[in-house]
């Protein structure tokens, strides 16, 4: 066995500092990021009528160059989801296996399950499988 190096913890909390003081090499945010924290005047301008093309354009002569696509992403994600149907889609009858619950506890406590038991199941399998076969026989 080798040596073992130790390193002073004086040396370990200097080295602490000096990374944490180290400046941001990337100042400023993504296109997405940009597009999240102007949300609600982009909604707005949607409002006024503005196209996305139209919001590009004024967006890129003020230095926040935000594509359109990005600009229709962050308008849908605005608007709340349609609800849903319960029952069959072609018929529109509702079915019997679909029980309704307005019980927003039932639906916490079942998803708070799901997600247990994915995890237990997780646990249980290891993250990787070793093969019986030496390398040289494959």
Known sequence: MGKVIRIQDNAIEAMRTTLESLPDKNPGRTRREAADMLRSAIMKAYEKGYTAKELAEIMSGGDVSISKRVLRTT?????????????????????????????KKTETANTDALKAEAVEKRNREPAYYASDIPDEEL
């Open 75 to 103: 308008a849908r994600l605005s608007k709340p989801a349609p609800k849903k149907m319960a029952g069959n889609r072609h018929t529109g009858k509702k079915s019997a296996e679909q029980p309704r619950t307005d019980d």
